[in-house]
């Protein structure tokens, strides 16, 4: 069954009555009139058209765009926030924001060279640029959940911005009240742990129990259920250091990736479809690593739960 093809004003019609807006619109006038002021109707009259006319554009590429910002902002508020980014001034985790900024300007160096082009490359021009987004994306996950690995290494449990696409009457809001500063932490405040120490300290702690354990037998009803945890979290620590392992590689070669595809591709003789063909590998295994990891996360929340 087949969608049929909206016109750009029933596109702008549906944007127009969609829920988000119709609460964009009535939290304008709920502000305007909590602080006797006409901004917010006035900011939102400004900033309707314009985006009214990139939703009825093309709806799927606003929220795309939409989610890397949602990552964009998760990182750097890792960086800021919390004590990620005095490990990365140690030199003990990679600048991640800044690899992406590379990444983002080989992006567009990559879309200007496709789109000079009159051979096959231009023809496929959309679809190559597109695919570099998906990587940009799977990018900013993965560096994202490896910080969020190391911070929750470090006992460390932030709160990140949502990745949904943020309404017009939260961009109004955030434009009428100033934030709260952000917690900034001293200098070696929080130490890095490493996956090798961490599980070293689980070795020592399992240890400790055993001997107090071989001292008083008769208390092994209260020693062998924490036993049996210990021994799990050690397992579970050892499969996530492989899995961090993999990412930290990944992340690594995006730049030489990202540089090969634009170097083949400004080349004339290039072949556009072993690129291409080249390019959904990449996208293949980064999606594994994503979802891998997003596993690994669901399995913790679960046994928390539990």
Not at 23 to 34: F, V
Not at 59 to 82: C, D, F, H, M, N
Request: aromatic share 6%; glycine share 4%.
């Amino acid at each position: 069954m087949t969608t049929p093809v909206r016109t750009w004003s029933q596109r702008a019609w549906a944007a127009a009555t969609s829920p988000g807006n119709l609460l964009a619109g009535a939290g304008a006038l709920a502000l305007a009139s909590m602080a006797w002021t006409p901004l917010p109707l006035v900011l939102f009259g400004l900033g309707e058209p314009v985006w009214l006319a990139r939703a009825a554009r093309d709806p799927e590429a606003t929220s795309r765009q939409a989610i890397v910002q949602g990552l964009e902002a998760q990182l750097e508020a890792l960086v800021t926030t919390t004590p990620c980014g005095e490990w990365i001034a140690q030199g003990l985790l990679p600048d991640y924001v800044a690899i992406y900024g590379r990444l983002v300007e080989t992006r567009a160096q990559t879309a200007r060279v496709v789109a000079g082009r009159d051979d096959a490359t231009r023809a496929l021009a959309d679809d190559i640029v597109d695919r570099l987004d998906d990587m940009l994306r799977a990018y900013l996950t993965m560096a994202r959940d490896r910080l969020l690995f190391h911070c929750s290494l470090a006992r460390v449990y932030p709160q990140l911005p949502t990745t949904a696409p943020i309404s017009l009457a939260a961009r109004i809001r955030r434009a009428l009240i100033a934030p709260a500063p952000a917690p900034q932490l001293r200098a070696g405040q929080i130490r890095f742990v490493t996956i090798d120490a961490a599980i070293h300290e689980v070795a020592t702690k399992t240890a400790s129990l055993e001997a107090e354990l071989a001292a008083s037998p008769d208390h092994a009803p209260v020693y062998r259920p924490i036993l049996a945890t210990l021994a799990n979290r050690k397992a579970e620590l050892a499969r996530r250091g492989a899995h961090d392992r993999d990412m930290a590689a990944q992340l690594r070669v995006f730049p030489d990736q990202f540089e090969l595809i634009l170097s083949k591709l400004a080349t004339a003789g290039a072949s556009v479809s072993e690129v291409v063909d080249e390019m959904a590998l990449l996208l293949e295994q980064t999606d594994d690593t994503v979802a891998f990891d997003a596993d690994l996360r669901d399995l913790d929340l679960d046994r928390i739960a539990s």
